[in-house]
């Protein structure tokens, strides 16, 4: 038994971490043959990501997949604590599992994911909810075969959670959700503790992947036929900071660039490593992506010193201007809370006129949810829900318009699709993203999924544009 503990996930100093190539014991190989399992996914992609390599280590122990947890065998959580509506849904379905359980005695019931390692989550389980066979935590989760089969063998309750970084897993088994994108991890944790956030007690600290191992696994999706990787990380500008001297996101861009791979997106920039040289390398290289996603968070000084985010209004402007003018056709896109402790009206509409000065073409709007034991959960929260919610009502709504009138731009325009399949709301109509990132549904006579096409956009909307295949 492990149980998490804030004090140790917040202190912990760059620890030795071992590279370690996952291998999965023989004996357990096929060990839950013709078992079914329910994995739910929750939070960021690098959830999602993580649930591709669950499924691929899960795949080994036997299991197959549905979509239907009455069906199955295992239901396995892989949770999200980023705010408190995520926590819900999961508590939420744990209502329903556990009814179900009481029904079928041998359900193993698992949890994963970031609500794993936080203590309130953990004590919560293990008073209210012991019907559930076991609870992994983020940085150990290559070790779920022992785990899982611990769970089943001893019929008790495992919490195994470890609050320090563990070693870092290669060749881990995976079994992507596409065929045509891929998500490849380059850096895990985030150091930068902004007052507001949970991640870096959840994910520990910055510990990147070997530049090498990245190069290889982006090489091996290009032979495969994958057209376009997400490089991931809660803050992948950190990359290499500590691990090498001087090789930075900006030379990893570089490298992956020259791997040929048609698409380069990555996720997320903190705007504060920002550099010169990856908005130059950005700029030069036509397979990276002109499309970034840099949160700003508030607009005013005054609450982004509070949320410790280390940047101004002003130096968050500098840097979306020198993007703009450097990256030809580049769109931003970002993330945004209001209703931060103390934020006051005039707070407010300082985001509203950074909104305006930035014309975002895609943003996340939150309220604010206060997540015990980070710093912010100290502060009075003084603003009603009331107000809360009319920001945000506010906010979407500036948001919204502009989205529409970018959008509007590209009528009559021809754009770069990477068409992704069949558009699920329209029959024959096929749905893809644009270089920039803007989803577009667009009819054409031939089947083209897989294939970066030209299409002519033919009408805007808020969140979407259509179109028609160039000749
Ligand atoms: N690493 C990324 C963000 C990851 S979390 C970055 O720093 O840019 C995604 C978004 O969730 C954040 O950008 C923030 O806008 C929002 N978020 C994080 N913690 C939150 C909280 N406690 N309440 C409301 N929104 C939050
Ligand atoms: Fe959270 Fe800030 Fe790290 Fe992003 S950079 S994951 S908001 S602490
Ligand atoms: Fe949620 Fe964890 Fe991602 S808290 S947003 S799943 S890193």
């Not at 804030?6 to 190989?29: G, R």
């Not at 899960?58 to 705010?83: H, M, P, Q, V």
């Not at 012991?130 to 940085?139: D, P």
């Not at 997320?268 to 390398?281: A, L």
Request: aromatic letters at 10%; glycine letters at 6%; charged letters at 30%.
């Amino acid at each position: 038994m492990h149980l998490p503990d804030f004090k140790v996930a917040k202190t912990t100093t760059k620890s030795d971490y071992k590279k370690v190539n996952y291998q999965l014991d023989k004996k357990y190989q096929n060990y839950f043959a013709n078992k079914k399992c329910y994995l739910k996914t929750y939070g960021c992609q690098m959830n999602e990501h993580d649930s591709e390599n669950i499924k691929g280590i899960l795949e080994e122990l036997g299991f197959t997949f549905t979509d239907n947890y009455e069906k199955a065998d295992l239901i396995l959580l892989n949770t999200c604590s980023i705010r408190e509506n995520a926590h819900n849904k999961a508590f939420g379905m744990l209502g329903r599992i556990k009814h179900l359980k009481s029904s079928k005695p041998n359900l193993i019931v698992g949890i994963c994911g970031c609500m794993a390692q936080e203590e309130v989550v953990v004590n919560t389980i293990m008073e209210k909810y012991r019907f559930i066979n076991f609870v992994i935590g983020t940085h150990n989760f290559y070790d779920l075969p022992n785990v899982l089969i611990k769970s089943v063998k001893e019929h008790k309750l495992q919490v195994e959670v470890y609050s320090r970084e563990q070693d870092l897993f290669e060749h881990v088994p995976v079994d992507r959700a596409s065929k045509i994108k891929a998500y490849v991890n380059i850096i895990y944790g985030c150091d930068k503790f902004c007052t507001y956030c949970i991640v870096p007690y959840t994910r520990g600290r910055q510990r990147s992947r070997a530049k090498e191992d990245i190069l290889d696994e982006v090489r091996k999706l290009k032979e495969e036929g994958y057209k376009e990787v997400t490089l991931l990380g809660q803050n992948v500008n950190a990359y290499g900071k500590d691990l090498y001297k001087d090789y930075s996101l900006a030379e990893l861009l570089e490298d992956v660039a020259k791997t040929g791979i048609d698409r380069i997106r990555f996720m997320t920039s903190h705007p504060w490593d920002f550099t010169d040289k990856m908005i130059e390398v950005i700029a030069k290289y036509d397979n990276i992506m002109p499309s970034i996603h840099l949160p700003v968070q508030s607009g005013s000084n005054r609450v982004l010193k509070l949320m410790g985010r280390r940047y101004t209004k002003e130096q968050y402007l500098t840097l979306y201007h020198k993007m703009k003018e450097t990256i030809p056709n580049c769109t931003i896109s970002t993330d945004i809370i209001v209703g931060f402790p103390t934020e006051t009206e005039e707070d407010f509409k300082e985001t509203l006129d950074l909104v305006k000065a930035c014309k975002y073409d895609n943003a996340f709007s939150f309220i604010y949810s206060k997540r015990v034991g980070t710093p912010a959960a100290k502060l009075k929260d003084d603003i009603t829900k009331e107000e809360k919610e009319n920001r945000l009502y506010t906010l979407n709504d500036e948001l919204n318009r502009y989205f529409l009138l970018n959008n509007q731009k590209l009528v009559g325009k021809k754009v770069k699709v990477l068409v992704e399949g069949l558009s699920p709301k329209k029959r024959g109509e096929y749905y893809g993203y644009t270089d920039t990132n803007k989803l577009i549904n667009f009819t054409s006579e031939e089947d083209v999924v897989g294939k970066i096409v030209s299409v002519v956009v033919t009408e805007a909307k808020t969140w979407s544009l259509d179109g028609k295949i160039s000749e």
